[in-house]
């Protein structure tokens, strides 16, 4: 081997020594599986989990694996369009039931995604931590012997002493926020760890999300109730009209807390194209935390919900609730509440049941039960030729209905919905004419029942109702928590950049002293020979130039390209 060739490995192992750990990156070396033995194994599956490429690739199949849960029904969120999809495609969804496409985010392949991602990010943020608290702790390593190597160098002759050089580019470094420290004739300094903090924030934020979405999905609880202005609800199970939740959720887990809906208002666009386009909705209600807590009134709106601990109480639908009283025929009043219908087009045509359960009987005294089917409009007008609203706001409004008579079937212990009538055992009402008994009643006006069997009143007062959905995820402030840090972690690991400084001043043979700066950044960028040259400029202030031996000139520091030498 050569002197020139053994020069050359001594300056590479230099320059490898003053670019050490610029990152706390693991160097990941191709492995190859071992031949033998069953630790071996285990240490090349784990250096492959923990490696930043696996990691990476995880994350993407991650994405991936979510697709289908966005685009299939899902039994966690609408049993019922799941049960439409396996009515529609008889072939395909016993395919998605083995592959459980209809539950995705509780299947085993998501679910082993999820963990081993999990795994691979601790694996790889624990020793790039260790390290960098290590990094911390060190000092930067000292300047290499050839200075001219480096990215960014330059260099100038002053009669300034090397002692008094060092001190001046010792606290000049300190005071641009560089650690700095004297090492034998140099001066090493080191800036920009909030990249690497910044790196590993982020990879610890990621794994807070993980964390915030698996315990939001095995506690949270989304509930739904239909309430009428002057209705309560209490947040415990048997007060919801639907509910979903988690397999670890439990009921003592719900937010204690109740509130009564006292009035709902909505405002619509009276005139021009968006004529009917809903301005406001607010729904005021009156509330109390906990079991003895003080009664507060506040206001929902949509995308503004009431925020109690990890609960949140949305605004989400509203409709109308005509006041309706049924008399038997002897005109004891047998029912009479309001009666919330479903809306069916933007203008809130809305239809639905009267059921009159308990408490009636017939002309001849015998116990019956009573139904009416009804259509209400909030807004008539007969020049429409329909039977549809015309404006979604109580202008003219006008309530249809139909009677009958019979069993209603709630006995029979099969659910019902309340907004459809079964009429398998229920007979119809006839008028004179022997048609089916129906009537367009304004509020105040009456249907009168055949043969005195009684009357339905449509009253003038007109209620509307809201709709709530509650939805409880306990960790949806730490899911907030660790997005912010993520982003805040990736943009400092983006635009912040590690890097080195040496200032070495030596006198040489004639007595002059010759300074040489170099610096060096984790990666290429014009920001290091930048920050390099204004660093010169100002130690050149306080150490100016001296001849050169051939020049009687003085020569300002200049930033050569590339490491090339003055």
Known sequence: MSK?????????E????????????????????????????????????????????????????????????????????VEDFRAAHRTLAPVYDKLGLFHVYSSVWFSAIYILL????????????????????????????????LPAYTTWRTQADPEQIREAALALLKKRRFRAHVVGDAVAAEKGYLRELGNLVFHIALIVLLVAFASGQLYKADGTKLMVEGDGFSNALPMYDDIKSGSLFQSDDLVPFSFDLKDFKGTYELTGPNKGTPRTFEARIRYSEGAYGKDRTTTVKVNEPLKIDDAKVYLVSHGYAPVVTVRDGTGKI????????????????????????????????NKEQLGFQAFFVPTFDARSG????????LLNPLLAVNAYHGDLGVNSGIPQSVYQLDKKHMKAFKDGKGQLLKKLLKPGDTLTLPNGAGSL?????????????IVQEP????????????????????????????VRAVRGADGVTVVEMAGLGRSESA????????????????????????????????VPAEGAEK
Do not use: H
């Open 4 to 12: 020139t060739d053994t020069g050359l490995g001594r300056d590479q």
């Open 14 to 81: 230099d320059l490898g020594a003053a670019g050490s750990q610029l990152s706390t990156a693991p160097q990941e070396e191709i492995s190859t599986p071992p031949s033998l033995g069953v630790i071996g194994w285990v240490r090349w599956f784990w250096r492959q989990l923990t490696s930043m490429r696996v990691a990476l690739l995880l994350l993407l199949l991650l994405s991936l694996a979510a697709i289908p849960g966005s685009l299939i029904p899902q039994t966690g969120a609408d049993a019922s369009k």
């Open 475 to 502: 960790g949806s402030g730490w899911a907030l928590g660790g997005a912010l840090a993520a982003i805040f972690g990736l943009a400092a690991s983006l635009f912040i950049q590690r890097r080195r400084v040496w």
């Open 386 to 393: 329909t039977m549809l609203s015309q404006f979604p706001a």
């Open 334 to 365: 047998v029912y009479q509440d309001a009666v919330p219908l479903l809306p069916l087009d933007g203008n809130v045509s809305s239809n639905g049941v009267v059921k009159v359960m308990d408490g009636y009987r017939d002309p001849k005294g």
């Open 527 to 558: 920001k290091v020979p930048e920050e390099l040259g204004d660093l010169a400029g100002i130690l050149y202030d306080q150490a100016p130039g001296a001849p050169d031996p051939d020049d009687d000139a003085s020569e300002s520091p200049v």
């Open 118 to 149: 999990f795994v691979s990010l601790i694996g790889c943020i624990v020793p790039r931590t260790w390290q960098f608290t290590g990094q911390l702790r060190g000092r930067p390593p000292g300047a290499p012997k050839r200075l001219t190597r």
């Open 457 to 469: 009143t449509f009253e003038k007062d007109i209620k509307e109702w809201a709709g709530f959905e």
